[in-house]
């Protein structure tokens, strides 16, 4: 049997429509019937060729996140059934099949159950941005009730998510954002804070009264991570998705203050850990079937046949929320 899928053979170069064989579930695996893409800058990047960490060699399909409903499973998995309907970032990375298909035969551990209140194109939004956002409020810096969050750039992609997450946590919330997403990011029940308008010393002082906050979550990198050095507390914590420069540790260290990285890719690549991805995106689902967690959605819509201008919504700055692609 055969699918649809889009093909890059060489970066830059635009995506190809093509046949191939479907594939089959392999034992630990499921195959999936797609029914959404899910879309973020990383695919951009690895599009064009500048994402060495990513692996992920030519001819390649693109796509890290998806949603859809499990066709047939591989011998040994007893999670999931035919008829499922499941969401997760199950390839488009490390020479894995990404979701721009029809099919994909994917790790079951990488999947969970989709939240029963939310589309497809709503769950296939959530994937990289929840397994981020968790990797770094629960597992490095196990966020708290009461805590002060400032989450740096909180209308984004990771950052709208990652602002519902600490709430839900029981968290204060301040989010940096620009002006034009302020309602927004209030809309979601955190502090909107104008980091154009004032230096980081001027809304720690009006946000905590000059101690900063418990935890700082960078979801943006480059100088805004040495922003949140600066803004972080006493014995606080500051986690990044995006620390792959070279910045100055001194802030950080006056503080007596720690640092943790979070590298979403790494089960992926790896093979290991991903039973966690999986673990991580149940809680998702429970926070969603209980109001605290929706994805915003660019109301944009794409198909396979019309991809390229959903990579342009991206690469051009248009895009106001996540950027889906229906398959099915």
Request: charged share 15%; proline share 4%; aromatic share 6%.
């Amino acid at each position: 049997m055969s699918m649809q899928a889009l093909i890059l053979n060489r970066y830059h170069d635009p995506l190809e429509l093509t046949e191939l064989v479907r594939p089959e579930p392999a034992p630990g695996q499921v195959l999936v019937r797609i029914a959404a893409s899910g879309l973020n800058p990383l695919d951009t990047k690895i599009r064009a060729g500048s994402a060495a960490h990513a692996q992920h060699p030519l001819p390649l399909v693109l796509g890290i996140d998806m949603a859809g409903v499990v066709e047939a499973v591989g011998a040994g998995v007893s999670a999931f059934k035919a008829g499922d309907a499941v969401y997760g970032m199950t390839g488009g990375v490390g020479g894995i099949q990404g979701s721009l298909a029809q099919y994909a035969a994917v790790d079951a551990d990488l999947l969970a159950l989709k939240p029963a209140n939310l589309s497809m194109r709503e769950a296939a939004a959530l994937p990289l941005a929840f397994i981020t956002a968790y990797s770094g409020i629960v597992d490095r810096a196990r966020l708290q009730a009461g805590q002060t969050v400032l989450v740096q750039g909180g209308a984004g992609g990771v950052g709208h998510v990652a602002v519902q997450l600490a709430l839900a946590l029981g968290a204060h919330v301040f989010a940096t954002a620009s002006a034009r997403d302020h309602d927004f990011v209030a809309g979601l029940g955190a502090t909107p804070i104008d980091h154009r308008a004032q230096t980081v010393e001027q809304y720690v002082a009006s946000s905590t009264q000059g101690t900063g906050f418990d935890l700082v979550v960078d979801t943006v990198g480059g100088a805004t991570l040495d922003a949140s050095f600066a803004a972080v507390r006493h014995f606080g914590h500051v986690v990044s998705a995006l620390g792959w420069g070279t910045h100055a540790l001194a802030p950080l260290s006056f503080r007596e203050a720690s640092y943790s990285g979070v590298f979403t890719l790494y089960p992926l690549l790896s093979g290991e850990y991903r039973a966690h991805h999986g673990a991580m995106l149940g809680e998702a689902a429970r926070l969603a079937e209980n109001g605290k967690l929706k994805p915003r959605l660019d109301p944009r819509r794409f198909d396979l046949g019309t991809a390229e201008l959903a990579y342009e919504a991206i690469t051009s700055g248009t895009a106001r929320g996540k950027i889906v692609v229906d398959v099915e």
